[in-house]
């Protein structure tokens, strides 16, 4: 196993003067703490509208959620590097995309004002319907050994055409408010409607977007377990509060 103390990573945050809907950029200071408090060394790079992104210099990619509008802007300037983006993908690079993010990886928005292109990365897609999915929701994740918890609140319902998805719903709307699935899960890329934000609630998918960093930069990698005592207490207050049978789900998980 590779010795962390010389380990770093580089975060390439997106747009996140444009895409920080419901506080994403806390994913972010989530990822970061977590490493720092493991002697990992991270840095941050934002990257803003107009400026040019190279994707060669990232470890972990995140792409916030926004409104219809910023999101359309996001895509246009994200075409500029779309190709760039695919091979990071493709490369098994580790991309977390919330909300619009998450619309945007596909192959369109269509709402009721017109569509909005999607980069094509994924092959799914995202249809406007009357109403929104807005509250807390619960998922069942095979990447988590506890209950992904976050807040989702979308007009958009995203359809996956077969793909995998990131978690099975116990409570929520999900994609769609049918299929009970949320979310996506293509190599190390997540897509997700999950803000609130999804990391620092979530423990160990932070993680899980760590390791698979560090072991696509150094081989094969045993993260130090943390303190969570209090991310634990908390995500168990969610899961007792929106789930009847939280113990049967916990020995699932």
Same mark, same amino acid.
């Given at each position: 196993?590779?010795?962390?103390?010389?380990?770093?990573?580089?975060?390439?945050?997106?747009?996140?003067?444009?895409?920080?809907?419901?506080?994403?950029?806390?994913?972010?200071?989530?990822?970061?703490?977590?490493?720092?408090?493991?002697?990992?060394?991270?840095?941050?790079?934002?990257?803003?509208?107009?400026?040019?992104?190279?994707?060669?210099? &990232?470890?972990? !990619? /995140?792409? $916030?959620? #926004?409104? =219809?509008?910023?999101?359309?802007?996001? +895509?246009?300037?994200? %075409?500029?590097?779309?190709?760039?983006?695919?091979?990071?993908?493709?490369?098994?690079?580790?991309?977390?995309?919330?909300?619009?993010?998450?619309?945007?990886?596909?192959?369109?928005?269509?709402?009721?004002?017109?569509?909005?292109?999607?980069?094509?990365?994924?092959?799914?897609?995202?249809?406007?319907?009357?109403?929104?999915?807005?509250?807390?929701?619960?998922?069942?994740?095979?990447?988590?050994?506890?209950?992904?918890?976050?807040?989702?609140?979308?007009?958009?319902?995203?359809?996956?055409?077969?793909?995998?998805? &990131?978690?099975? !719903? /116990?409570? $929520?709307? #999900?994609? =769609?408010?049918?299929?009970?699935?949320? +979310?996506?899960?293509? %190599?190390?890329?997540?897509?997700?409607?999950?803000?609130?934000?999804?990391?620092?609630?979530?423990?160990?998918?932070?993680?899980?977007?760590?390791?698979?960093?560090?072991?696509?930069?150094?081989?094969?990698?045993?993260?130090?377990?943390?303190?969570?005592?209090?991310?634990?207490?908390?995500?168990?207050?969610?899961?007792?509060?929106?789930?009847?049978?939280?113990?049967?789900?916990?020995?699932?998980?």
């Amino acid at each position: 196993m590779k010795d962390r103390s010389d380990m770093k990573i580089t975060i390439g945050h997106l747009y996140p003067d444009l895409l920080n809907l419901y506080g994403d950029r806390g994913n972010v200071a989530c990822m970061v703490r977590r490493c720092l408090w493991r002697g990992i060394w991270a840095e941050t790079v934002e990257c803003g509208i107009g400026e040019p992104i190279d994707f060669s210099r &990232f470890d972990i !990619v /995140l792409l $916030g959620g #926004g409104s =219809d509008r910023e999101q359309m802007i996001a +895509g246009r300037n994200l %075409k500029k590097a779309r190709q760039q983006f695919c091979d990071y993908i493709e490369d098994h690079g580790v991309v977390i995309a919330v909300c619009g993010g998450y619309q945007l990886l596909g192959k369109y928005y269509q709402t009721k004002a017109g569509m909005i292109e999607g980069l094509g990365l994924l092959d799914i897609y995202t249809q406007q319907e009357e109403g929104r999915l807005i509250g807390n929701i619960v998922l069942d994740s095979e990447l988590s050994d506890l209950p992904v918890v976050g807040f989702e609140n979308h007009g958009g319902r995203t359809f996956l055409n077969g793909c995998r998805p &990131f978690g099975r !719903v /116990l409570h $929520g709307a #999900g994609n =769609d408010g049918r299929s009970g699935y949320e +979310g996506v899960v293509y %190599k190390n890329v997540i897509g997700t409607y999950l803000h609130g934000p999804l990391l620092p609630k979530n423990p160990r998918i932070c993680d899980y977007l760590i390791e698979k960093a560090l072991e696509r930069k150094y081989g094969p990698v045993s993260l130090k377990k943390l303190d969570d005592r209090l991310e634990m207490a908390a995500n168990e207050a969610v899961c007792r509060r929106f789930l009847k049978s939280w113990k049967s789900v916990m020995a699932v998980g």
